[in-house]
């Protein structure tokens, strides 16, 4: 898995909590609002074990991978926005493979 399919998996994982705070906040749409909560809770399962295995490959730091697996099943846009600021940041920057950087 590299840096940019997770980056961009992040962003769907966010992107989906968002969605599910505003349906709960609205307080319709229940049914969506299960299939979105269990999206959430099975992303991020799998956002922290892909991320997981990414540290242990050295493919995203290690305290990026913390951010995705400890934080992220509160708040997914941690981990959104380590993956930004990962790939920002000029002397982690340079450990990202440029192929996987767009």
Known sequence: ??????KYLS???SAIYTALIVIAIAGVL???KYVLGWCHGIGWIVM?????DAVRRRVIPL???VMVAVVG???PFAGTIGFVYAERRPRAASRIPQRDMV
């Open 1 to 6: 898995m590299s840096f940019r399919t997770l």
């Open 11 to 13: 962003f769907v994982h």
């Open 30 to 32: 229940d049914d969506v």
């Open 48 to 52: 922290s074990l892909l991320c997981v």
């Open 63 to 65: 305290w990026l991978g």
């Open 73 to 75: 099943g509160v708040g």
